[in-house]
């Protein structure tokens, strides 16, 4: 008996059903940055290495899925090298080629491969699916979709407040109440660092605050006395795991704490304006709190980070999240342009809606009737008023093989029923002779003999 076909580990298949879905939340994402004037691009799936390697921080590189080159990819690889089993040498030898990690860094490169073609400040909005060779788990893949939207070209603080803006007229327009964006500043995180004496350890700093929410507060104490960050350097930081109250308050103790870091307080200001310009104009079902432990363990933030947390009743990481970038296009040589961006992680807000029942019920309609097939001569005639009903944009469709006796006729029927297709028609021998169809819906058991000029209009007023 020949094995069952599988597929890896963190993928998955859809099914019809689940794509309408998707494609609901997407068209939703992909309304809203229209809407806010961004354009679309995409990039290949897969970059050169030596794109993707060295921007994400060492824990990302080791989650970049590399590509074996093509043919003998081993021919580069002496006798050596390949007995050493040294993979940092010998990966660059057998795989010059990865499957982007996100669609930030490959957005970089296309900034600069294309410069003299963009007008800048340049709004680009991208949604396309991202690999990443992480540990599977519940709400986490390793083939899943990014929904970006990116500025670059611009310094201007109002970037950062359209882009809280977005956030929450994405949500709203989703139905997602008591969502939260958490806003911090790598600015300030660099300040901290600079105040308790831990400049050179800026990166395992950040990444051990960052796993907060994760491992608690003895756990990033540990693991930062791990990397060397000395015990009275870490007291200094108590007041941060606690720190609470309204944004205000928050913001003034922070000045107080950084007032010795220039950098620090820079950030201060920047988190500032963009808590006063959004109480200002308000948000619509999203709500906007200060997250100083918030670092998103990520090297090319340089200004705001964002992340964005489902409402407090789904247990589910973050549905979003990015932040400001001043150094990355110069990686790839274009210096002094500066990029913000956040992302829309599709596959995790799917997973929300589908836990508080927020998906509409018209977005699993699909076909809305069904035409019977009893012969060849009545599938012709049907099809004449499948054929007008779709242009008016209308879901039809004949049931392909004919019903050549009851048996058959209810095997059409049940197909309908799986379907979940609200109405059939009946085209048979007495309609053709009367010129007319017999429309029914299954679900009252109601029916209406109707010529195709009225079929038509008849579902045309239930759209």
């Known amino acids: 008996m020949a094995q069952k076909p599988s597929i890896p580990k963190g993928t998955r298949d859809f099914s019809p059903s689940e794509v309408v879905k998707r494609n609901y939340i997407m068209n939703t994402i992909r309304g809203c940055f229209t809407t806010y004037g961004f354009q679309p691009i995409e990039t290949p799936s897969f970059e050169n ?26 021919n580069k690889v002496d006798d050596t090298l390949y ?69 670059v070209g611009s310094k201007s603080l109002w970037q950062e407040v359209e882009l809280v803006q977005l956030y929450d007229a994405v949500f709203s327009k989703l139905k997602l109440e008591g969502v939260v964006i958490k806003l911090n500043n790598r600015k300030i995180l660099s300040g901290i660092a600079e105040v308790i004496g831990a400049e050179d350890k800026l990166i395992d700093f950040t990444v051990a605050l960052d796993k907060l929410d994760k491992i608690g507060e003895e756990g990033v ?37 950084l007032a010795s870091s220039e950098t620090g307080l820079e950030g201060v200001s920047e988190l500032k304006f963009i808590t006063n310009n959004i109480d200002t104009l308000g948000l619509q079902s999203a709500v906007l709190q200060i997250d100083v432990t918030l670092a998103r363990g990520l090297n090319y933030y340089t200004g705001a980070i964002f992340e964005v947390s489902a409402p407090p009743e789904v247990k589910m990481g973050s549905i979003g999240g990015g ?51 009893f012969g060849e001569k009545e599938a012709l005639y049907a099809m004449q008023a499948i054929s007008k009903l779709r242009l008016q ?7 392909p093989d004919i019903a050549k006796s009851q048996k058959h006729l209810g095997k059409q029927i049940t197909y309908a029923n799986k379907r979940n297709i609200l109405f059939t028609v009946l085209a048979g021998e007495d309609e053709m002779n009367a010129n007319t169809y017999t429309l029914k819906n299954m679900a009252s058991g109601e029916q209406k003999t109707l010529d195709c000029e009225n079929l038509v209009k008849e579902f045309s007023n239930l759209m």
């Open 393 to 399: 944009g209308i879901a039809a469709e004949l049931y």
């Open 83 to 151: 007995s050493e089993r040294n993979s940092g040498e010998l990966t660059p030898k057998i795989s010059e080629k990865a499957l982007r990690y996100d669609l930030t860094v490959p957005f970089a490169r296309y900034v600069v491969q294309h410069q003299n073609d963009i007008t800048f400040p340049f709004k680009r909005y991208q949604i396309q699916p991202v690999w990443r060779a992480d540990r599977p788990q519940k709400g986490r893949f390793r083939e899943f979709f990014q929904c970006d939207a990116d500025v």
């Open 323 to 373: 932040g400001r970038y001043d150094d990355l296009t110069g990686i790839f040589g274009l210096k002094d342009v500066s990029g913000v961006g956040i992302s829309f992680g599709l596959d995790r807000i799917y997973l929300v809606l589908e836990e508080l029942n927020l998906f509409p019920e018209t977005v699993s309609e699909n076909t809305k009737v069904l035409f019977i097939n």
């Open 49 to 74: 290495s030596e794109t993707l390697m060295g921007k994400y921080g060492e824990e990302g590189d080791r989650l970049i899925f590399k590509i074996l080159n093509s043919g003998d990819y081993l």
């Open 221 to 257: 104490k540990t693991e930062m006395l791990s990397k060397g960050i000395s015990e009275s350097a870490i007291e200094k930081l108590k007041p941060l795991f606690t720190l609470t109250g309204s944004a205000s308050e928050q913001l003034t103790m922070l000045n107080n704490l």
